[in-house]
């Protein structure tokens, strides 16, 4: 276990977090990590290594395993409400689903309006099987993706429906859209711009339109870190990567604290099973905190 790592800037993120909490690493060695999910009832870590263009399975005895290889470049993935895998796609510019076994691969999206989408980069799913993504141009140069012209005029955020098919765009003017999340109501969808270093948020109409768009919170931090994979645990407090690892905030956008890391974070998700552990996928490395309050299980 590393030494303590947490930060406070706020009394109340000793509610979410032990103030002698460390770090520990579960497994090391990748490119660059992306995209954990944990299976609330086979008790398995999925996630991507985007760089390393594979997809690993981590199982609670420690054995790590490649479910998928070439995985596009593979970076965010959730599970649907099925329990099946839903992944961006990088190198294809694909949004997809599998079983969760990693067997066969069906394209549920990779055109708006004719073009290409730029690059799938975040994705969730609502309580209703409606899929929500982020799909900014990162995966379209050197790197974290294969260098070709963008199709489309803008970085878009996308609702899904995976009956009908249908894409709509909800939101094109982000600079570099990237993790996205909702409040546990679901009436406000978050959404950070990795170029921005912010977090915005927006009211979801009956209609299911993104109203009142506002700024909910700079990252603050001059360290290495951008913002990138956010969500929100089963209290509400929203948790985002960002400059020195992950941000904490309360439901009144007030920084609570950090989680620091001395790689870059790029993701994380609750698993374990009572979900009080915080797996955290940080460039080579994937790392666990216990927390106090449990994560919201995919499905």
Known sequence: MSKNVIEIHDQRFLSVVHADAGLEVVANGFAFIEGPIWHPRDHHLTFSDIIGDT????QADGAVSVLRKPSHMANGNTYDREGRILTCEHATSRVTRSAADGGRIETLASRYQGRELNSPNDIVVTSDGMIYFTDPNSGRGPKFGVERAQELAFQGVYRL??????????????????GLCFSLDEKILFINDTARQHIRAFDLSDEGVLINGRLWADLIGAEVGVADGMKVDSAGI??????????????????????????????FT??????????????????????????????
Request: aromatic share 10%; glycine share 8%.
């Open 55 to 58: 997809i690993y399975r981590w």
């Open 161 to 178: 429906d995976p009956v009908s098919g249908e894409l709509t765009l909800l939101v094109d003017d982000f600079e570099k859209p990237n």
């Open 238 to 267: 929203l948790f985002c990567t960002g400059p020195g690892g992950v941000h904490v905030y309360d439901a009144d956008a007030t920084l609570l604290g950090r989680i620091r890391v001395s790689e870059q974070a790029a993701n």
């Open 270 to 299: 609750w698993g374990d099973p009572d979900l009080k552990t915080l797996y955290i996928t940080a460039s080579t490395t994937l790392y666990r905190i216990r927390v106090r309050v449990p994560g919201q299980a995919l499905f």
